[in-house]
């Protein structure tokens, strides 16, 4: 596709549920960057990977959250045990750069997640 | 630490009058970037510029121009004769290692 993508759009979970959130980005964009944006805020960093490497896992806010890019494509994001702080806009982004090199980054449309 | 403010929270305007929104950022790093970001209702972001910190020329692209200077560490963007389509929130985002530190955004409504 022409642009990043994400799945599911919506998600609603129970408190205490697992959820996986996927994001495909741009083909050919080596950088990929989870954020997380509540409601009436900006986003805010979770994770980055460089292929299929994390080399930054700086701001996920707890060992529930865990994300993983095995192939160097796709990426899944995983909330454990959800609780309803985690209720938010996840948002991917790509970019075709590597580290350090701060091209724009293309942004998915989200996938909102509400922990009831 | 990095951080971005966006002082406003919410500007209106009627459409044709022109608009700017600001910026301020704290940095320690000597090389950084800038970015301006839109997000309209569907909720995806749009890139609309990236700035670094050597070239402090404003940039002008159609109705959108930015001022970045570095002694007031601001870097503002200006929507003349803004459009009902302009409705959006706006961020702004500063370069940090790895990632995007993003300020909270100025929801600008546009009326008509």
């Known amino acids: 596709g022409a642009g990043v993508s994400q799945s599911p759009r919506y998600k609603v979970a129970k408190r205490g549920q697992d959820v996986a959130l996927r994001c495909d980005p741009i083909?050919?964009?080596?950088?990929l960057f989870w954020y997380q944006q509540a409601l009436g805020q900006g986003p805010e960093f979770l994770t980055y990977?460089?292929?299929?490497?994390?080399?930054?896992k700086s701001g996920l806010p707890s060992d529930r959250f865990f994300a993983e890019r095995p192939e160097g494509s796709v990426s899944t994001l995983k909330i454990q045990r959800t609780q309803q702080e985690d209720s938010a806009v996840y948002l991917c982004?790509?970019?075709?750069?590597?580290?350090?090199?701060?091209?724009?980054?293309?942004f998915g449309p989200g996938t909102r997640l509400t922990v009831l | 630490a990095q951080k971005v403010t966006q002082a406003q929270t919410e500007i209106s305007v009627v459409e044709k009058e022109d608009v700017t929104l600001d910026c301020v950022y704290e940095?320690?790093?000597?090389?950084?970037?800038l970015f301006w970001y839109k997000q309209p209702p569907s909720g995806e972001l749009v890139f609309l510029i990236r700035?670094?910190?050597?070239?402090?020329q404003n940039e002008i692209s159609g109705r959108y121009s930015w001022n970045f200077q570095k002694s007031t560490s601001s870097f503002n963007f200006t929507i003349t004769a803004s459009q009902v389509v302009d409705s959006a929130v706006y961020f702004c985002?500063?370069?940090?290692?790895?990632?995007?530190?993003f300020g909270t955004g100025t929801r600008l409504q546009v009326f008509p």
């Open positions: 982004a790509s970019s075709i750069g590597t580290r350090g090199t701060y091209n724009e980054q293309f």
């Open positions: 083909s050919g964009h080596v950088s």
């Open positions: 990977f460089q292929n299929e490497a994390q080399l930054d």
């Open positions: 700035r670094n910190s050597f070239d402090e």
């Open positions: 985002a500063l370069s940090e290692s790895d990632k995007l530190i």
């Open positions: 940095t320690r790093d000597t090389t950084y970037y």
